[in-house]
């Protein structure tokens, strides 16, 4: 009796642990990919956000729910986990209502959210990209936000064919995304994996990123950025950057990328910033990574957007304790290291490790080339001279 007692406490304490259960389909939501369940799906969430215990928003399997613009809005008084099983599908591009046009989804000051599942978002990105002009990427949305958010953790979910960037993260606290597979065209314009901008404490964890951008931006404000196990490819590497267009003020440290790898990406390991701008990027490790043809392994570039032959100005944003350790695998370009630091403010206290990029065609070397930078290089091929 004591020990049926004793699990009858501990599955009502599991109960009380989890809250109660809602789900979309009962405020009306249709989940037919045609019908705009976006109403639906905003009572949902206020019922939710009211209750004084912890919630589940339920997305069912097997349907498929039309959204508009949306945003989500704390605080709540419990903590809320959505749970993602079936779809999520955007507007065309022609259908798209009100006046958000930069965030499709956006959970905008939500505290202990819990964001997951098998399910899958479809930005139908394709008509925004077509619409596109070469390097402009205003009026086009991002698919999922998280603004203003602590001790957020998203996991499991898939986002294909964004508009613009499949994640963003901004002014965040102790957040967790992981298991996550975020895929675009190797042509679609400016579709970044994550996005992380003015946040702390943030881990991306486990997870694969095929887009026609950066895998994951690290801008500026970030401090404590943990990258680990990404397979990353297409797309243009795990960027710190870019930093410091027009003039701007702007600060990242202490980021730590690890065991990733690159698969025939334009870049891989790359920090990027503009001529004129200030602030620092310093104590950023990559560290134990591999690499598949990829094109540009390992990049410094303080001449971002104009090439070395602009005008330096009188600032830079400052480049120190930069460390790449532990690089393996191949090259798709002879040019393998390029460390292109700026005359006003040179990278400070690089260190190359343990390095060996072999050309990816047969019977080719490797090179490295390197411009106002304080290096040291061990067993290190290309070997960097400075």
């Not at 304790?321 to 990278?347: H, N, Y």
């Amino acid at each position: 009796m004591a020990k049926l007692l004793l699990s009858f406490l501990i599955i009502y304490a599991g109960l009380m642990e989890l809250g109660n259960s809602v789900d979309v389909t009962s405020f009306g939501a249709k989940g037919d990919g045609k019908t705009d369940d976006s109403k639906a799906f905003l009572k949902a969430w206020e019922e939710v956000c009211a209750a004084s215990d912890r919630q589940t928003l339920r997305i069912p399997k097997g349907k498929t729910f039309l959204l508009q613009p949306l945003v989500f809005k704390g605080p709540c008084k419990s903590p809320i986990h959505v749970e993602l099983l079936g779809n999520l599908v955007g507007p065309e591009r022609s259908g798209w209502l009100g006046d958000q046009k930069d965030k499709w989804i956006k959970f905008h000051g939500v505290d202990n959210l819990v964001f997951e599942g098998s399910g899958q978002i479809d930005g139908r990105g394709e008509p925004w990209w077509k619409a596109a002009k070469p390097k402009d990427d205003t009026n086009r949305p991002t698919s999922l936000a998280f603004q203003s958010c602590k001790n957020l953790q998203a996991r499991g979910f898939s986002s294909i064919n964004s508009p613009k960037n499949h994640i963003s993260i901004s002014d965040c606290v102790q957040a967790t995304v992981s298991n996550v597979n975020l895929t675009a065209p190797e042509d679609s314009p400016n579709t970044d994996g994550i996005d992380i901008s003015g946040s702390n404490q943030i881990d991306i964890l486990d997870s694969h990123m095929g887009t026609g951008d950066d895998c994951v931006a690290i801008n500026g404000g970030c401090t404590g950025i943990v990258i680990r196990n990404i397979q990353c490819g297409p797309g243009h590497g795990l960027s710190v950057g870019s930093l410091g267009r027009n003039g701007q003020r702007e600060t990242v440290e202490r980021v730590r990328v690890q065991n990733c790898t690159f698969t025939r990406t334009d870049n891989g390991a790359r920090i990027k910033t503009w001529p004129g701008g200030s602030g620092y990027v310093k104590d950023v490790i990559y560290e134990n990574i591999k690499l598949m043809e990829t094109k540009n392994p390992i990049v410094i570039d303080q001449y971002y957007g104009c090439g070395s032959n602009c005008q330096e100005g009188n600032s830079a944003v400052e480049i120190s304790d930069v460390k790449f350790i532990g690089f393996r695998g191949t090259s798709a370009k002879e040019e393998a290291i390029k460390l292109e630091c700026s005359g006003v403010k040179g990278c400070n206290g690089v260190v190359l490790e343990q390095v060996n990029i072999q050309s990816a065609v047969n019977g080719e070397e490797t090179r490295a080339t390197c411009k106002n930078a304080r290096v040291v290089c061990r067993n290190t091929t290309p070997f960097v001279k400075c």
